[in-house]
């Protein structure tokens, strides 16, 4: 029995999923490509030594990871699109198929340099959206006991970014004993997290990179989108 379209639909815009159309799309044979942003300067920011750490397990696990400086990125709005750093940090958001976001806990949020990088990506950039269907990774770390304040204050915003932001998370309790001399870090409960989340990630991304343009095509836009034509249409011909 086929299916009633309901009578405020348009029946030519309305497009039923089917699992052809989400399998159909041939997988793509290039590494995963991961960006990874992290929210302090600090000379040992432990932000970017989870960031760093993070990096090596995607390189093991077959991914090309890519790490942004956030240092002499300016504010918000401070410079114009062109600033040297600002372009850097919007090539590689165009560049890649996910991220990993982390950043130390400041006064129960997280810290302003983690969300002027989060603010200098765009929702679109002419006919491009740097982070729609895009997987992302969120982590934090703490200077005392165990908090989620960060991490759930970046799935807002990763879903804001109309990104997919997987189920797992890490966050780093008293982070400056989680590493070595060397700032490598000390195995442990919260290193295996850090693990998990980053398998995690490269799951989902070679699971939905090849299909995000399908998996966030949406009824309500191709709706306007044909609104629009039909106006340009009408127009031309007044």
């Not at 090596?56 to 750093?85: C, Q, T, V, W, Y």
Request: aromatic letters at 8%.
């Amino acid at each position: 029995m086929k299916p009633t379209v309901p009578p405020n639909i348009d029946s030519e815009l309305f497009q039923p999923p089917t699992a052809e159309q989400v399998f159909g799309a041939a997988p793509s044979n290039h590494a995963p490509r991961i960006l990874l942003l992290y929210g302090s300067l600090r000379d040992r920011s432990f932000s970017r030594l989870v960031v760093e750490e993070s990096a090596r397990l995607l390189e093991a696990m077959g991914a090309e990871p890519r790490i942004f400086n956030p240092r002499g990125l300016p504010l918000a709005d401070a410079e114009g699109d062109s600033h040297p750093k600002v372009q850097e940090l919007r090539e590689l958001a165009q560049w890649a198929e996910g991220m990993v976001w982390c950043s130390p806990e400041r006064h129960g949020a997280m810290t302003g340099i983690m969300k002027t990088q989060i603010d200098w990506i765009p929702l679109s950039m002419g006919a491009v959206r740097p982070t729609q269907g895009k997987t992302l990774a969120v982590m934090q770390v703490c200077g005392g006991s165990q908090s989620f304040n960060v991490v759930n204050q970046l799935r807002v915003l990763g879903r804001w970014m109309r990104m997919v932001t997987i189920p797992n998370q890490s966050s780093v309790a008293k982070a400056f004993m989680e590493f070595d001399d060397n700032d490598r870090m000390k195995p442990s409960s919260y290193y295996d997290r850090i693990v998990d989340v980053m398998e995690e990630l490269v799951k989902f991304t070679l699971l939905t990179r090849d299909r995000s343009d399908y998996l966030t095509n949406r009824y309500s836009e191709r709706k306007e989108s044909a609104e629009e034509l039909s106006k340009r249409v009408n127009q031309r011909s007044i």
